[in-house]
């Protein structure tokens, strides 16, 4: 019996069960158009989760169809006929996962909301290879070599075609083409939009870029100049002709102002920045599902302050820097925007560059103009305003002259002068968290006086973006801990003064040891956290102090001594602290000391006399010995006679004036 199984001719039953599997194949595709044709692309879901397989699932008929194709090619020698009963199993599994691969990607383009040119040219080119297998594997079974052959090509063409619009699509139009010679670039770009010749644009850029460099800052035009860029960098790699995500293209000014189509939520509302989808996923947390953009880096602040203006402007392709208002900051921001596009290494220092640029960038008689402006509100609010120094003419205002009358009104004043204020001195003036808004368009400023003020953390909080800040005073302000998150925003701040706020000195001193920068709460941590066995120790020491200041009259009256009937050894403890005293003079006083409890009342009489005694303030020393030993016989004369009296009852009254 045979080991060697017998191979029988193919079969028709075979070709019909590909037939029926590609009728079911497109009737799923059908069935998926269908249900999705009207979506918006949200995505989300498990069907999303699936759809996301496909790029897993497209590789295999890609190397299977090649594979087929080779064996159908070596089985017409000789050497390979053997690969020619091999080719239908081959050309199933090529079938069944172009199939598999079409379907689920059909289904990730309806769910996400794939569109354009290159997506189209993927889409067709890769149903095509599912048709071109089928064709393929029907002619193989029917022993039809010769069409087989040519159904084999074809899927090998659209395999070929719809992987390159794929990869057009996923990285970029001229992904494929960069490094090609030249003589291929235009049969690779056949069907693909492209922005136009890489050299042209060259030129061209460098002949704007010269021509820019002349035009002043105000007449720029904002969306060309400003616009354009930022959205070629952050959100036109998803919105282009070629890739349109959610059914929105923002490549061009008047798809951009149309909107994603069928959505509720316009991308751009002409003179309303809060309410254009553009602005509102692009201020969203990171880690929100519709924040964008979902790759590369998010806009900068500068870039959304940017894009928010010129909406509120009404969103015109001709509208320049100048018409976006008057604020200095407007051309600090787009200066700001301008070097981060340039690809500046320090963006932190854009800000400082840009303030300075911005007054440079005016005429000298809208220099001199708006210092004239400043100049007379000074003298009319009679507020202080003068240069640095005589080599440094940045400004330093001063309002305590004007403190009581000098208000949020009156600081707004000085914007036409923002980014040339360095020294700001607002201490006890009426300035509220508003009034901080026009404080943080002083972008320059290096110290800040805001204390006995009505500020907050709110106010505070505005403050953020100052980065040249050295100096802060908030003594008597409003503010609280939450003050701690902005000065963090504050790379240059070195040192803060908050007494009397409402700051736990505790959580600032924990602050201060984790940042460069040094708080003065008004509070000594370290006397508070002493030890109480430290403070146990200074409690006898008031004892010892509380004769001292009873001016050394009063020291013959020592307050122990007056009870030596009850208690002996109170006796010693006091006739230890008299030596030191007392001094020699005090030789009598052991005679006098059962008779020292009235002495108290016997000091009253001498004390006007010792007072009118010294003359001589200079001669202290000398006027306190002499009344102690005139004081020692009065002492010992009157209470021999008070003697007999109760002395009993004497002692705790000079007890209690002890202490």
């Avoid at 189209?120 to 079974?141: N, R």
């Avoid at 616009?227 to 790699?237: A, F, G, R």
Wanted: hydrophobic content about 40%; charged content about 25%.
């Amino acid at each position: 019996m045979s080991t060697f199984v017998k191979h029988e001719a193919p079969k028709s039953k075979g070709s019909k069960w590909a037939l029926f599997l590609g009728i079911l194949w497109l009737a799923l595709i059908a069935f998926i158009w269908f249900a999705y044709r009207n979506s918006e692309g949200d995505g989300g879901g498990i069907l999303n989760f699936i759809g996301r397989f496909h790029v897993l699932i497209v590789h295999v008929p890609i190397g299977v169809i090649f594979l087929a194709f080779g064996m159908d090619i070596l089985s017409r020698l000789t050497a390979f006929s053997q690969l020619r009963g091999s080719l239908p199993f081959v050309l199933w599994i090529s079938f069944l996962s172009a199939c598999g691969a079409t379907i689920v990607g059909y289904l990730l383009m309806s769910v996400e909301g794939f569109a354009g040119r290159a997506m189209d040219l993927h889409m067709y080119f890769g149903l095509a290879v599912v048709v071109c297998s089928l064709i393929a594997l029907v002619f193989t079974i029917k022993g039809k070599t010769n069409l087989a052959t040519l159904g084999l090509a074809a899927a090998v063409f659209t395999t070929m075609a719809s992987g390159h619009f794929g990869g057009a699509m996923v990285h970029d139009t001229e992904y494929l083409t960069e490094h090609a010679p030249e003589s291929v670039k235009p049969l690779l770009l056949v069907g693909i939009e492209t922005n136009g010749d890489a050299e042209e644009i060259a030129e061209a850029g460098g002949a704007e870029a010269a021509e820019v460099a002349e035009i002043p800052l105000g007449e720029r035009v904002v969306y060309t100049d400003f616009v354009v860029p930022i959205l070629d960098k952050t959100c036109n790699e998803c919105h282009n002709e070629n890739k349109v995500k959610g059914k929105l293209r923002m490549d061009t000014h008047e798809l951009l102002l149309a909107g994603s189509e069928g959505s509720d939520f316009p991308t751009v509302v002409p003179g309303n920045a809060e309410e254009s989808e553009m602005i509102v996923r692009v201020t969203l947390e990171s880690d929100h599902d519709e924040f964008m953009p979902t790759k590369g880096d998010p806009l900068t602040q500068e870039e959304i302050k940017l894009l928010s203006l010129w909406i509120a402007a009404g969103a015109k392709p001709e509208t320049t820097i100048a018409e976006l208002g008057d604020d200095p900051s407007i051309e600090a921001t787009a200066l700001a925007v301008e070097a981060i596009h340039a690809g500046a290494e320090e963006v932190a220092e854009t800000a400082v560059i840009a303030l300075t640029s911005v007054w440079d960038t005016l005429s000298p008689e809208e220099q001199q103009q708006r210092m004239e402006d400043v100049t007379n509100a000074s003298e009319k609010y009679h507020f202080s305003l003068m240069p640095i120094s005589a080599e440094d003419d940045r400004l330093r205002v001063n309002v305590i002259n004007a403190a009581k009358e000098f208000g949020d009104e009156q600081l707004a004043l000085l914007e036409p002068v923002a980014d040339r204020i360095v020294w700001l001195d607002l201490a006890r003036s009426q300035i509220t968290d508003d009034g901080l808004k026009v404080v943080s368009k002083m972008r320059g400023l290096e110290r800040l006086h805001l204390e006995n003020t009505a500020i907050t953390d709110a106010g505070i909080a505005q403050l953020g973006a100052m980065t040249e800040l050295e100096y802060l005073n908030l003594y008597g302000t409003k503010v609280g801990n939450g003050i701690f998150e902005s000065f963090k925003k504050m790379p240059s701040l070195r040192k803060v003064y908050l007494w009397q706020t409402e700051i736990d000195p505790g959580e600032a001193k924990a602050f201060e040891r984790s940042v460069n920068l040094e708080i003065n709460t008004g509070v000594d941590l370290t006397a508070i956290a002493a030890p109480a066995e430290a403070a146990e120790e200074k409690k006898p020491e008031p004892k010892k102090e509380e004769p001292k200041p009873a001016d050394k009259k009063q020291e013959p009256k020592p307050a122990p001594k007056p009870a030596p009937k009850p208690a002996p050894a109170a006796e010693k403890k006091t006739e230890t602290p008299k030596p030191a005293t007392t001094t020699p003079p005090a030789k009598p006083a052991p005679k006098a000391t059962p008779k020292a409890q009235d002495q108290p009342k016997a000091s009253k009489a001498p004390s006007p006399k010792k007072a009118d005694t010294p003359p001589k303030p200079k001669a202290a020393p000398k006027a306190e010995a002499k009344p102690e030993t005139k004081a020692a016989p009065k002492a010992t004369q009157k209470p021999a006679e008070a003697a007999p009296k109760a002395p009993a009852k004497s002692a705790p009254k000079a007890a209690e004036k002890a202490p």
